[in-house]
């Protein structure tokens, strides 16, 4: 008797995540988080150098529109970064047909608040939400990192700078031998 009462709870067991799987399968396999940070930019050269520095408090804003119409915005989610300078956001439903990506909204610090409308016009990092994209199914999403600038790069960037080549302006170093 007990054999077989352990048996009928497995079935209803079986029979119930069966359930569960088939009506909430697909909100469970749309469902994505888009990770990503936020830095201090101490060299002001728009790419994470050894001395930049993650940024706490900044916020950024997921902002996805139609492919179709650029106007309309299909999905705007904020978030604020922790202590080192990262944030998650979690998103509902496949995107597949839109434009996503993540924006710097504001700094959290008064000493890194620029933004080079000179090199990039948009300061965004695209991402990718859906599962049609030929990518390995998983619900995570990395967004490149966005950075704030200084209003005056660090006097250590010349050295940083040098060790990877590049002048202070952020250009490669010619070699001339």
């Known amino acids: 008797m007990a054999k077989s009462s352990i048996f009928i709870l497995l079935a209803l067991a079986v029979c119930f995540f069966s359930f569960f799987v088939s009506t909430h399968g697909n909100d469970l396999k749309n469902r994505f988080v888009v990770h990503g940070t936020v830095y201090c930019d101490t060299c002001n050269v728009q790419f994470v150098t050894k001395i930049s520095e993650p940024m706490a408090g900044a916020k950024v804003r997921l902002q996805c529109v139609d492919f179709a119409n650029d106007k309309n915005i299909t999905l705007s ?9 990262s944030y998650s956001i979690e998103v509902d439903g496949d995107h597949a047909e839109e434009d996503c990506q993540v924006t710097l909204i504001s700094s959290s610090r008064d000493d890194c608040t620029k933004l080079d409308s000179d090199k990039h016009l948009n300061q965004a990092a695209k991402v990718s939400i859906t599962n049609d994209n030929g990518l390995i199914h998983s619900p995570d999403r990395l967004a ?6 200084k209003d005056q790069p660090l006097a250590e960037c010349a050295e940083v700078l040098k060790d990877l080549s590049l002048n202070p302006d952020g250009t490669e170093i010619e070699d001339n031998s």
């Open 77 to 85: 989610k904020e978030a604020t970064t922790d202590e080192k300078g």
């Open 144 to 149: 490149n990192a966005l950075g704030f600038m």
